[in-house]
């Protein structure tokens, strides 16, 4: 089944998400203004709910708030837009002239409704029906849980886990709301085995922090630790160091951006304790993290000592399964590059070497593999050069660093590339270059930037 809205969309060439996602949202910007309703304002929709919308999938309606702006965008009550669409009965031509006497019989076994579909709507159907196969295939298997139901699980972790740092959160939220939402189920129902439980649990626990992050991204750092807290007992069911330490790692990086830098070199230094047992470059991850925490609190020893400890761990560092998953679940040379930089650019350390430093973690991002990677650690190291450049009065140089995170659309510009294209702001108001044009110009550019952040999860 195909409802009215898909139709409506097509008709408006939306059947691609992204361009409904962006129409969406200005609509319920405008209905916000209209009906003075902030609540409006950034309000989305998931991919996954919006297939379902187009499939009629949903049971019931869209939560009120969606329904508003669906109705305020078509023009159309709600229910008429979910309704089974149906393609008008055209009368028979004169006999005859009927075209199809005039065909040879085999074209008649063609389903006329074809000549409504396009590659677009078939895309959505087999995503849909794989899904459906899914929800038959957990069903079919009773009272256990499958290898194949297990390896399926797995491979949607591993696949979400490597392009988390490299697409739109929106284009893979749904997926990983549905996988972990699946975890959580299989572990409730019972069917798994002791050794499948151990494994289930080490997924809901990436799934978890996975979530936790996109909370994060999106500037709700409650949610982010609850999700980072429900990660944490998941590891611990799993008995998995490694995860166990990630997530602490997670909680650091959480706490960090939350202007909470006691905090994260607490959870940091609960890291490092798990780490004990780590080969991996989540040790590397924590110590790099401690450092970051420790500059905000301005203590420049404790900076150099994480510093050094990071460059150990990466050279002594041996290759785990979190690293073989690779993705947000491991720390690549270039983010090491970018968080060492950051911590001596928050220091206050405005020398030729730091801008050095500063410029090799943008280079490195540069010239990264597609495997290592990522638009959000690259804007941070982008951001950091211009700090740098700021401190050495080259306004220009700075201009030139944070032009290529000011283009970012607003679908990539999440919570931590906000913050730190504000500390750009921040440092473009000192008294000695505040007055000066291009200054004022960058300013009034990273507000406009920052007054449209990444859509806002839907309610």
Known sequence: ??????????????????????????????????????????????????????????????????????????????????????????????ALTRVADQMPARVLLTDPRNRYADSDDMGRQVAMAADRALRFAVMAEGNSLGQETL?????????IAADYPRVPLHSLLGDLI?????????????????????????????????????????????????????????????????????????????????GRPEDAV????????????????????LACLDARAHALLGDRDAVHDAISRAGDRRESAVQDDLDSIGGILTFPNPRHLYYVAEAEVLLGQHSAQVERNAEEAVRAYETA???????????????????????????????????PVLDLPPAQRNHGIIVSA?????????????TARLSKDLRTEIEVFSSTPTPSLPR
């Open 369 to 403: 593999s597609q495997d290592e990677w990522a638009f959000g650690d690259e804007a941070g190291a982008r951001t950091n050069l211009a700090l740098s450049r700021i401190g050495s009065g080259e306004l220009g140089g700075a201009a030139e660093a944070i032009r």
């Open 422 to 434: 504000r500390r750009v702001q921040d440092a473009l108001s000192g008294p000695e270059i505040r």
């Open 178 to 258: 549905e996988v972990q939402d699946l975890a959580h189920r299989l572990l409730e129902s019972g069917k798994a085995k002791p050794t499948q439980a151990r494994d289930l649990y080490l997924q809901a626990a990436m799934a978890a922090g996975m979530l936790s992050k996109a909370s994060h991204d999106l500037g709700d750092p409650r949610s982010a630790m609850t999700q980072a807290r429900t990660a944490y007992i998941c590891a611990d069911q799993a008995d998995h160091h490694p995860m166990r330490a990630w997530v602490r790692g997670l909680q650091s990086l959480i706490s960090y951006w939350a």
């Open 151 to 159: 390896a399926h699980i797995q491979g949607e972790i591993a696949r």
């Open 1 to 94: 089944m195909s409802t009215l809205l898909w139709h409506l969309m097509k008709a408006r060439h939306l059947q691609v998400y992204e361009a409904f996602a962006a129409q969406f949202e200005q609509a319920a910007n405008e209905l916000a203004d209209r009906d003075r309703d902030t609540r409006l304002r950034g309000l989305s929709a998931s991919k996954r709910t919006v297939e379902r919308w187009w499939g009629g999938e949903l049971k019931g309606q869209p939560q009120p708030d969606q329904s508003r702006v669906l109705e305020h965008m078509f023009r159309r009550p709600i229910a008429e837009l979910l309704a089974e669409w149906k393609p008008p009965v055209e009368p028979d031509p004169p």
């Open 266 to 285: 607490r959870y940091a230094t609960l890291g490092t304790r798990e780490a004990a047992q780590v080969t991996g470059s989540t040790s590397t991850w």
